[in-house]
């Protein structure tokens, strides 16, 4: 809708310079026609000036939120905070949009971002969270439209279908976003209300009795465009290549904007996910990759109980941004979002096979509830100096997470992954399990950056940011004892970009990072954040307005 949009627009300015140019050349000929019939008494110097074609176009470029123009963004706000061309970040940004993951089939963060260079799957055929490797690191919680999102690495998959472009950030971030991994980070924009009309409707069909529906409509809902809407849905009821391992989810995003001027706007996003599936341990190495006595195992294989296993997870999420311009240069921006995720996570795992065929197997029986608040309120003030241009940033935000897990360890009857018979045995009595735990923490982070740009050739950036945090874990069976850690430290970073020729650029940055000392438990939310001693730098050579490709096949 968007790239119509954008051609009608450049056909009716396409139109408008034919009919100046048209008018031109038809009053041409008559000024020439009067030049050469002057007579002997007039002044040999007598011209005529024809009048001053002047074009202007309106904002055909992208926004940092808003879709992107064709396959290569050019803006992007992840590095920065601000609406800035990423030629001009001097740090490694890739953004995938939504035309581009719609485009391969993707169905979740593994497959939009399976193109992309430097990510790599963490897992297999794992629907229960989004953990990528970024550079060879672990990243396992995203943000949304600069927020931290999950608490917990499994409060669920964000759904493709409610997001205008994923975007990821290489290497140090903790200079914006705090405590990250030294990979980088992935950042999820929301789709937006527009004041233009959209209505879209898919229904779609396909392997594994698979039955998906979904919607997206926006539209002004008053005359001036004051009041704007947006309601994305999808519903799917779906198998998957593994046996008994369903695929269904429902999501429903509303949104609402108001824009009382230019100066003003206040978005609301809300939104509800439910999933249903179960988690994939996978199949033991020999017999699928390395010879078995036995034969082959068939990858649809399932290790687990059909009726026990299951990933039944259901997550609220409601949050505002809100953008007011003090004036042509200073600019207020907060965001705030609560989200609250609640799961039955009951699994059943594999154990030792003494004749590689029958396998031993343990359950797990699990309720997980999570539940975050985010808050990020910055300042951003335009100013020149000589031959320089400057964007000045300072920010507040804070984060407070908690989590609970509930966990009992039971034995289960052992499985012949050749022939398997389910429910073919009783489980042992419900033992409960050390790592459950109930944890919370809260960060407070102080940032400044400012972005300079001299001569449209060189763009220099240079930022700092403080940050508190404080965690605390206690049993969650027996006494509550809370043990508290606090600590704060602080981060920098220094980018410098040169922008020589019109196509290519060089780009250097220098940034220590904010990161977590190694937990003994997979569900800690926080702890105390190490600032590491080595510094991060890279080169990064960029193509300006990225380079043009066509899209890769669907992925099957």
Not at 286 to 295: A, C, D, F, M, R
Request: proline share 6%.
């Amino acid at each position: 809708m968007q790239q119509l949009r954008t051609g009608l627009r450049r056909q009716l300015l396409t139109i408008a310079i034919a009919n100046t140019c048209a008018a031109t050349l038809f009053t041409a000929p008559a000024a020439l026609a009067q030049g050469n019939n002057l007579q002997p008494n007039e002044s040999s110097d007598t011209s005529t000036t024809l009048p001053t074609l002047q074009v202007t176009e309106s904002r055909l470029y992208e926004e940092a939120t808003g879709p992107v123009q064709g396959i290569a963004a050019t803006r992007s706000a992840t590095g920065t905070k601000t609406d800035t061309p990423i030629i001009e970040t001097p740090q490694s940004i890739s953004v995938v949009s939504s035309e581009e993951f719609r485009n391969y089939g993707a169905r979740n963060f593994n497959e939009a971002l399976g193109y992309t260079a430097g990510i790599s799957r963490q897992e297999g055929a794992d629907r229960t969270t989004e953990t990528l490797r970024i550079r060879g690191f672990t990243v396992n919680r995203s943000y949304r439209d600069g927020s931290k999102y999950q608490s917990n690495l499994y409060d669920g998959q964000q759904e493709l279908y409610g997001l205008e472009r994923l975007e990821v950030l290489k290497g140090p971030s903790s200079i914006l976003y705090g405590v990250a991994s030294p990979g980088g980070m992935i950042n999820a924009v929301s789709k937006r209300p527009t004041s233009e009309p959209l209505r879209e409707v898919n229904i779609e069909a396909g392997s594994f009795d698979r039955r998906q529906i979904s919607a997206d409509f926006s539209d002004a809902l008053d005359e001036d465009g004051v009041w704007s809407y947006r309601l994305t849905m999808l519903h799917r009821d779906s198998d998957s290549f593994i046996d008994h391992v369903p695929d269904d989810r429902t999501y429903i995003a509303p949104a609402l904007k108001w824009q009382p001027n230019e100066d003003t706007s206040l978005t609301l996003l809300s939104e509800y996910q439910r999933d249903q599936t179960a988690y994939v341990y996978g199949l033991p190495t020999s017999g699928t990759i390395l010879p078995n006595p036995n034969g082959d195992i068939p990858r649809e294989r399932f290790i687990g109980e059909p009726g026990y296993d299951r990933y039944d997870n259901e997550r609220y999420s409601i949050g505002y941004l809100f953008e007011h311009d003090l004036s042509n240069s200073l600019h207020l921006r907060h965001s705030l979002r609560t989200l609250q995720a609640d799961r039955t996570y009951d699994s059943i795992n594999m154990g030792q096979s003494s004749d590689q065929r029958i396998y031993a197997r343990f359950a797990q029986d699990r309720r997980d509830s999570s539940a975050s608040l985010t808050s990020d309120t910055s300042l951003q003030y335009d100013w020149g100096a000589g031959n320089t241009t400057n964007t000045s940033l300072i920010g507040i935000d804070y984060i407070r997470q908690r989590h609970e897990t509930e966990r009992y360890n039971r034995t289960a009857p052992p499985l012949d992954l050749f022939d398997p018979v389910y429910g073919s045995g009783d489980f042992g009595d419900p033992e409960p399990f050390a790592w459950s735990s109930k944890q919370r923490s809260e960060q407070v982070g102080l940032y400044a950056q400012n972005q300079m740009k001299i001569a449209d050739k060189w763009v220099f950036m240079l930022g700092g940011r403080q940050d508190w945090t404080e965690s605390e874990t206690s049993p969650y069976f027996g006494p509550t004892e809370w043990s508290r850690e606090t600590d704060n430290a602080f981060t920098g970073r220094v980018g410098v970009s040169i922008l020589p020729i019109t196509v290519w650029r060089l780009s250097l940055a220098i940034a220590s990072r904010l990161n977590l000392p190694a937990a003994p438990t997979v569900t800690v939310i926080s702890s105390s954040p190490r600032e590491e001693s080595n510094m991060n730098w890279a080169f990064a050579f960029s193509r300006k307005g990225g380079i043009p490709c066509s899209p890769p096949p669907p992925m099957s």
